[in-house]
């Protein structure tokens, strides 16, 4: 079968009178500064052809030896030009044949090839040949090459390399062409004729081989437009990046003759060193690099599950081991960075091309650059601003999470009887459990399957690793997770003491079968710098239970359902209050509920029992809630609802909420479908047995919204309590909010409640 390519998009053809003489005349148009001087000394053949013969042949070695001459058959005429003969060869060299038997092809397509000209009239006119090119030229042009570099090959698949003059088309002789190249060092700005390929319109794959003295590179460029007729080509391979970042930049680029309308493609490509290139295409989806020491070095990736709630959520309700198999694919990087400045890394998308990209918090002000279609390059400016989420395409269910980490300097002593040490690798124990003073250390590399259950005082979690569910039984009832949380500390001996000094710091946590850390009763909490990813239902990132002097800082948390709670649970024990708690520089994402919450189990006041009193959550951001439609679904909440005692609900009043502000918070983005504030009173079960409180502080809160949010923020009192809420610059996409309406509902039903705007 013949692969064809039309050169002409139009070829007229006329009718021929057999009655009447045609004087054929080898006239051309004036084409000054189109067509090369040296045409007119090129050979040139001129061809006669009716319908489907040829019907006369001239063939003279310039332009000026052609002769008029008279023909009765014939519609149409064709002229070539070629500079040399050397690597050409011909069909039928006589008239009288078919007109297929009539062609120039080259002898060999990987040989030099001549530039070939070409034009075409029908007889009955007075036209003159205008001539167009058949062949193309491309140029390689090599930039700032090293000395160790020698020479670029490349192939070009798919060519023709015959011309057919009877119906103006090249197609493949008897099978379809690979033309191979090579340029060295030396021979940079060299230009090389090519044929133009069978399928011009459809994208193809430029293979390229880089030798240098020690190593061979191979890369592909994909181009996204075939090789056409009368087409100036370029291949630059620009080596600019090459001594600081081991970068190479192949870019090819195409105009039409004569034409300065470039079309361009650029790629990077990276040169690694050895065993930096570890962990290239190790993950299905992302290939990550940070540059260091002048080097790119490949991070491995791992997947973590995740749920998307507004396509989703009734189909995955109590699916709670995803046997139904819709949850999404997301991915995230551990890596060790000391951050002594600005850190550069590179993220390519390995399923597919991308066409928009960004990093978010949108606050950090990191930019992406495209590399090419599929990798884009950022620079994380500082340790402070380090964890990040890269998204393309507005995709928040395939995305990547960053999460950096410095040289752990304050390792414990592996050889204690106290410490619980895993080393890099995997790890499936089950369950941990760590008594008074004991230490879990996950090092670097390491992946821990177990849950942790924490029953002493004096103990801490640490390290650089991942503790992981994914091994762990999921499962539940008709609404709630029975799965066991990740980490939980004193749950189950809370009516025995309380625990004091608890520390997490380090380690990422992943696919918890419920709650992923629940702290029960604890004096002195301290959480720094961990990593949740959660796709269960009920898995809560981060519960503070009847917990007094907490600190959670530096965290990164996306769950499906709350992030950060703060409650007063029953757990067979006399109610104390959650108090003092400070949560600062968090990055927060909810799927489906609520990012940060205050409730709703407040305690119930009766003897004093519960509250929520003296919290602050500041300088943090949430970068998704898309649901605020119902049950106080919010980027920020805070809801009061009375708790049982003793497994007994009494008719007393709610415990108190008071206290709490929420400063320099950043609401970023978040899916139309979600709602900034949600801020509410439950009643009691009977309203005249007491008085309720919440008082709540909103501070320096900026909402930023290109989705068009449907659902404004929200403020109900109930009928029996008493509120007060101050907002004082809480901006919506810029516009201060200063009273109720616009993006503000507010329901005052005792008729005692209270909203500020400062």
């Known amino acids: 079968m013949l692969l064809l390519c039309l050169f002409f998009q139009t070829v007229f053809y006329a009718s021929c009178n057999d009655d009447y003489v045609t004087i054929v005349q080898a006239q051309f148009a004036e084409q000054s500064g189109y067509v090369p001087e040296e045409i007119a000394s090129w050979t040139h053949i001129m061809y006669v052809f009716d319908n489907n013969t040829c019907t006369e042949i001239e063939k003279e070695t310039d332009r000026a030896s052609l002769k008029e001459f008279e023909t009765t058959v014939g519609n149409r005429c064709t002229v070539i030009a070629y500079e040399s003969e050397d690597n050409l060869m011909f069909g039928q060299e006589n008239p009288g044949k078919a007109s297929s038997e009539y062609y120039v092809a080259l002898k060999d397509i990987n040989d030099d090839i001549p530039q070939i000209w070409m034009g075409q009239k029908a007889l009955n006119t007075e036209e003159k040949f205008s001539m167009q090119p058949l062949t193309s030229s491309i140029t390689v042009n090599i930039i700032n090459a090293p000395q160790s570099f020698q020479n670029i090959s490349f192939s070009l698949g798919g060519m023709t390399n015959a011309l057919y003059p009877s119906v103006a088309r090249v197609e493949a002789l008897n099978e379809v062409k690979v033309k191979k190249l090579m340029f060295t060092k030396a021979e940079t700005g060299m230009t090389k004729g090519v044929f133009p390929m069978c399928q011009p319109d459809k994208t193809w794959q430029l293979p390229c081989q880089l030798e240098f003295n020690d190593v061979t590179l191979e890369n592909t460029l994909e181009i996204a437009e075939g090789i056409r007729a009368g087409y100036t080509l370029e291949l630059n391979l620009d080596f600019s990046k090459y001594e600081e970042e081991s ?11 004569s034409k300065n309308m470039w079309t361009s493609q650029s790629e990077e490509f990276i040169r690694f060193w050895p065993g930096d290139d570890l962990y290239v295409d190790d993950n299905d989806y992302y290939n990550v690099y940070v540059l260091q020491d002048k080097r790119w070095r490949s991070i491995k990736v791992n997947n973590a599950l995740v749920s998307n709630a507004p396509k989703y959520h009734s189909e995955i309700w109590n699916d709670w081991d995803n046997s139904k198999e819709l949850r999404d694919t997301m991915c995230f990087v551990n890596f060790v960075n000391e951050f002594s400045g600005p850190v550069k890394m590179r993220v390519e998308k390995r399923r597919g091309k991308f066409y928009t990209s960004q990093i978010r918090p949108s606050s950090y002000g990191i930019k992406t650059t495209n590399c090419s279609n599929r990798t884009v390059e950022f620079t994380i400016p500082s340790w402070e601003s380090r964890k990040v989420s890269v998204e393309f395409d507005d ?28 080393a890099a690798g995997e790890h499936e124990v089950g369950s941990i459990t760590l008594q008074e003073g004991e230490i879990l250390y996950i090092d670097e590399g390491a992946t821990v399957y177990s849950s942790v259950s924490i029953e002493g005082s004096n103990t801490k979690i640490m390290g650089r690793g991942i503790l992981s569910g994914e091994k762990l039984r999921h499962w539940g009832g008709e609404q709630w997770s029975n799965g066991e949380m990740l980490i939980s500390a004193s749950k189950h001996i809370a009516s025995e003491k309380r625990l004091n000094n608890i ?9 918890s079968p419920g709650w992923t850390v629940g702290m029960f009763f604890i004096d002195n909490l301290t959480i720094n710098n961990i990593n949740i990813i959660s796709w269960e239902l009920n898995g809560d990132g981060i519960d503070l239970c009847s917990v007094s002097r907490a600190n959670i800082t530096d965290s990164f948390i996306r769950t499906y359902d709350d992030c950060i709670t703060l409650k007063v649970r029953d757990y067979g024990v006399w109610q104390t209050p959650t108090e003092y708690v400070n949560v600062k520089d968090c990055v927060v994402w909810s799927d489906y509920a609520r990012a940060i919450v205050v409730g709703p189990e407040a305690g119930a006041c009766i003897w004093g029992s519960g509250g929520l009193t003296d919290c602050i959550f500041e300088d943090c951001v949430v970068l998704e809630q898309p649901d605020g439609s119902t049950d106080y679904r919010a980027a920020l909440s805070v809801v009061q609802q009375q708790q049982s005692i003793w497994g007994v609900t009494y008719d007393e ?106």
């Open 503 to 511: 520390e997490i710091s380090g380690v990422t946590l992943i696919d």
């Open 653 to 758: 009043y709610n415990g108190n909420i008071n206290n709490i502000l929420f400063k320099n918070i950043l609401i970023d983005d978040i899916q139309s479908g979600g709602r900034p504030i949600w801020v509410e009173q439950c009643r009691p079960q009977k309203e005249w047995v007491g008085w309720q409180w919440v008082g709540v502080s909103f501070e320096n809160i900026t909402i930023r919204d290109t989705k068009g949010l449907r659902h404004k923020s929200y403020i109900t009192s109930s009928t029996c309590g008493g509120m007060y809420v101050s907002l004082t610059n809480v901006t919506y996409n810029g516009e201060i909010i200063t009273s109720t309406g616009k993006y503000l509902d507010f329901y005052n039903k005792s008729g005692m409640a209270t909203v500020e705007f400062y």
């Open 247 to 257: 970068i190479y930049t192949l870019t090819y680029r195409y105009t039409p003759y």
């Open 395 to 422: 995709d928040r269910y395939h995305n990547l999470f960053i999460f950096p980490n410095r040289t752990d300097t304050d390792k414990p002593d592996f050889s204690s009887s106290k410490v619980k040490y895993y």
